[in-house]
């Protein structure tokens, strides 16, 4: 089984690649965002767990971080210090793959 940690899950985009990982996968997500409260009703209770936390905090982070085998993430605002704050979770974990979703590109 797959183990996916969801950066920024609130947002839009993150909200529809949960829905799509959760109907065309067996994966177990993590939902990472900065207020748990703004998720609601997700169901699959025992393939998604939610967690509150920044990503610039890279302690926190990185203890979601721990154990997962993908990282997607789905963030604005301080996209340079994010990346940075993420990378270095994944080099403290070993977590080796990475997807990066930014409308900043758009």
């Known amino acids: 089984m797959t183990k996916v940690l ?9 909200r529809v690649a949960t829905d ?6 067996a994966a ?4 990472y965002l900065r207020n748990a ?3 609601r009703n997700i169901g699959h209770e025992d393939r ?3 967690v509150e936390g920044d990503v610039l905090d890279v302690k926190t982070l990185e203890a979601a ?6 990282v997607y993430a789905n963030l604005a ?3 340079e210090q994010q990346a940075r704050c993420i990378v ?6 070993g977590v080796t793959r990475l997807i990066f979703i930014s409308s900043m590109g758009i």
């Open 20 to 25: 799509l990982f959760l109907k065309e996968t």
């Open 77 to 79: 605002g301080q996209m």
């Open 28 to 31: 177990h997500l993590m939902l």
């Open 65 to 70: 971080m721990t154990g997962q085998d993908v």
């Open 88 to 93: 270095q979770a994944m080099e403290t974990t």
């Open 37 to 39: 409260r703004r998720l």
């Open 48 to 50: 998604v767990r939610v």
């Open 6 to 14: 969801i950066l920024g899950a609130h947002g839009q985009i993150a």
